[in-house]
């Protein structure tokens, strides 16, 4: 008799534990694969546009800064090209800054209520921007995507987006900047409140730290200009 | 020995429950971050953002083969690349904030309290929406902007004071904008039941002008 609280409960648990695995499995093959490979083919058609991109983007650099000697107007607005490129993203940056490194809590321990705290969020991503332009940063990258001012950082379920491209963390943002001025605005107590706190208590990796000969690559996205024109 | 055995009997199916207790647990707790493990729903926004975003890219490449064979054709004529260099660099212009611009778009007016941090994501929302250029009340926001906030609560865009109310404005595609904002589930219908006292409005717009950033980081 004293075992049969124990038996049947016992009993539930297998029974729950096998029927969630196999749930979870076959909805994941049915409905997940084939949208998982279209995802999949276009992040790849994305990074090959992204390549042809870059590809005729230094083609027409060429041609223009070959071209820039047979004129004084073509001279002087190849350099106006130049200075505006750079302050667009459209150019690699290299220099002197700060790392700023963002992951999910690695432990297994956190309770489902605090699973949302002990992970990465797109908003992070935003906030760590903010203050990095707050603090004099002169170019940015996330996990290698430039943030220039078209830069979107997007959540979708769990997945995160920035500039269209698909990441997951851990996240890398490098920083390059005046490093002090930097360091102090992340040290701000005043600043980034809520994911100093949740990696204080839920574990959720973010570290910023001093680094030199940084290299920020450039925007290789779509400049999308369409709608707007220079009034 | 019939009440060791017991005793024997019960510690392991205690074990066995302990286990397996921990073991559903972890099931449902541990979280992974694998596209894998995506809804269909989620995936599906996935695509459509990603079918999108490849849309525009293949648009750039194909503009950008006809400039480059009309650069190569100008040159080799003598003349410079005058032509596309002033195409670039209006679209340049434009892109970094240099210069004011024309064009359709929407405005997102704000009327009552609001923050640093909405502020901020309002502009991702409208950028991922494929804003092309925006500006809060008078202040163009650039590359390299900032949002903050003031002990008197009024919001600062690259350390500019900005009191409310404020009018956020966008150029670009007025419906692709409008929808985005206005969807169920959407940024203002969060914004309505987080700031309940403050009144939203989006509009579409068909002439707005945006002035240029007021000063262009240096460096």
Redesign the interface.
């Known amino acids: 008799m004293?075992?049969i609280l124990?038996?049947l409960?016992?009993g539930l648990?297998?029974s729950?534990?096998w029927r969630?695995?196999q749930e979870r499995s076959e909805l994941?093959v049915r409905?997940?694969a084939p949208?998982?490979d279209?995802?999949?083919s276009?992040?790849n058609?994305?990074n090959t546009?992204?390549a042809?991109?870059a590809d005729?983007?230094k083609?027409?650099d060429d041609?223009?800064k070959?071209?820039?000697s047979?004129?004084t107007?073509?001279r002087d607005?190849?350099a106006?090209?130049e200075e505006?490129?750079s302050?667009?993203?459209?150019t690699e940056r290299s220099g002197d800054g700060v790392t700023i490194t963002l992951d999910?809590a690695r432990a297994?321990t956190?309770?489902?209520a605090n699973?949302d705290k002990?992970?990465c969020h797109?908003?992070d991503l935003?906030?760590i921007v903010?203050?990095a332009?707050?603090g004099g940063?002169?170019a940015i990258a996330i996990n290698g995507e430039r943030?220039?001012?078209?830069?979107?950082?997007?959540c979708?379920?769990?997945?995160i987006?920035v500039?269209?491209t698909?990441m997951?963390?851990p996240f890398a943002v490098l920083v390059v900047g005046p490093q002090n001025d930097l360091l102090s605005a992340y040290d701000d107590p005043r600043e980034l409140g809520d994911i100093k706190q949740r990696r204080d208590v839920y574990g959720l990796g973010f570290r910023v730290t001093r680094s030199s000969a940084l290299t920020v690559p450039s925007y290789g996205?779509?400049?999308?200009?369409?709608?707007?024109?220079?009034? | 020995m019939r009440t060791n055995s017991?005793v024997i009997?019960?510690t392991v199916?205690?074990l066995?429950?302990g286990l397996?207790?921990v073991?559903?647990v972890?099931?449902?707790?541990?979280?992974s971050?694998?596209?894998?493990?995506?809804?269909?729903?989620?995936?599906?926004?996935?695509?459509a953002?990603?079918?999108?975003?490849?849309n525009?890219?293949?648009?750039?490449?194909f503009d950008?083969?006809v400039?480059?064979e009309s650069?190569?054709a100008?040159?080799a004529a003598?003349?410079?690349?005058?032509t596309?260099?002033?195409k670039?660099?209006?679209?340049?212009?434009?892109?970094?904030?240099?210069?004011?611009?024309?064009?359709?778009?929407i405005s997102v007016k704000i009327d009552g309290s609001f923050d640093d941090?909405a502020l901020?994501?309002l502009i991702?929302?409208l950028?991922?929406a494929?804003?092309?250029?925006i500006a809060i009340n008078t202040l163009r926001?650039?590359?390299?902007?900032?949002?903050?906030m003031q002990p008197d609560r009024s919001l600062t865009v690259d350390a500019a004071p900005l009191r409310g109310p404020w009018t956020v404005t966008a150029?670009?595609?007025p419906e692709v904008m409008y929808v985005a904002m206005t969807r169920t589930g959407g940024i203002i219908g969060q914004f309505e039941l987080i700031y309940r006292s403050t009144r939203f409005s989006v509009s579409r717009e068909t002439a707005l002008?945006?002035p240029s950033l007021a000063n262009?980081?240096r460096?």
């Open positions: 004293v075992l124990p038996a409960l016992f648990l297998v729950l534990q969630t695995q994941t409905y997940n949208l998982l279209a995802a999949n276009l992040q058609e994305q546009l992204k042809q991109l005729l983007r083609q027409l041609i223009q070959g071209a820039a047979q004129n107007a073509s607005l190849q106006r090209i505006l490129r302050a667009a993203g459209l999910d297994t956190t309770q489902a699973v002990s992970i797109s908003t935003t906030d903010n203050v332009w707050r940063a002169q943030v220039v001012g078209s830069t979107s950082v997007y979708v379920g769990s997945t987006m500039n269209g698909l997951s963390p996205g779509a400049l999308n200009v369409r709608f707007g024109t220079p009034r | 017991g009997a019960a199916v205690a066995f429950l397996l207790a073991t559903q972890r099931a449902q707790d541990v979280y971050r694998s596209l894998q493990l995506e809804t269909p729903s989620s995936l599906t926004t996935l695509i953002n990603l079918a999108e975003r490849n525009g890219l293949r648009d750039e490449i950008l083969r400039r480059t650069a190569r100008e040159a003598g003349n410079g690349t005058l596309e260099s002033q670039q660099l209006t679209q340049l212009e434009v892109f970094a904030a240099r210069t004011s611009v024309a064009g359709q778009g941090k901020s994501d991702n929302e950028r991922n494929g804003a092309e250029a926001v650039g590359p390299r902007s900032w949002f903050g150029v670009g595609a002008v945006l262009p980081p460096g």
